[in-house]
């Protein structure tokens, strides 16, 4: 009876895939949208010095992609099918440090910027730690 139920629930309605798609898809391309504009700026807008100023370049970079391995371990998770979901944390860090290196080459092309795989590795560090903890915390 269960695997009955679990059927069911693969084989949901178009309207059922768009309501996830927009609540866990559009969250990171949104947040992912945001990372490539602030990396699009030669210097850090005023808030973003604080967090500097606080923790350190590879803190905000394990902060910033922290919370994006978290979007995306949701949404691998519930918005994305039942094989994504199974693999879902090792999708969400993939993702994180794919597209921390993405960044990394955005960044070769901004005046004032250059890239560092020393980013890359705290982008993939915070995605890391941050899904698993989410994975734990929520999803025990």
């Keep these: 009876m269960a695997d009955q139920e679990t059927v069911s629930q ?81 999708l969400a860090i993939l993702a994180s440090i794919g597209y921390g290196i993405t960044d990394e080459i955005h960044q070769a092309f901004v005046p004032l910027r250059e890239p560092s795989p020393w980013d890359v590795l705290a982008d993939g560090a915070g995605a890391s730690v941050a899904s698993s903890v989410w994975r734990r915390l929520v999803n025990p």
Excluded at 10 to 39: C, K, M, N, Q, T
């Design 10 to 90: 693969e084989a949901a309605s178009p309207a059922d895939w768009r309501d996830r798609h927009w609540r866990y898809w559009v969250p990171v391309a949104a947040y992912a949208g945001l990372i490539f504009y602030l990396s699009a700026q030669s210097t850090p807008p005023g808030p973003a010095l604080w967090w500097l100023e606080l923790v350190g370049d590879k803190g905000v970079h394990a902060a910033e992609f922290g919370l994006l391995g978290i979007l995306c371990y949701r949404a691998f998770r519930f918005g994305a099918g039942p094989r994504a979901a199974q693999s879902a944390l090792l």
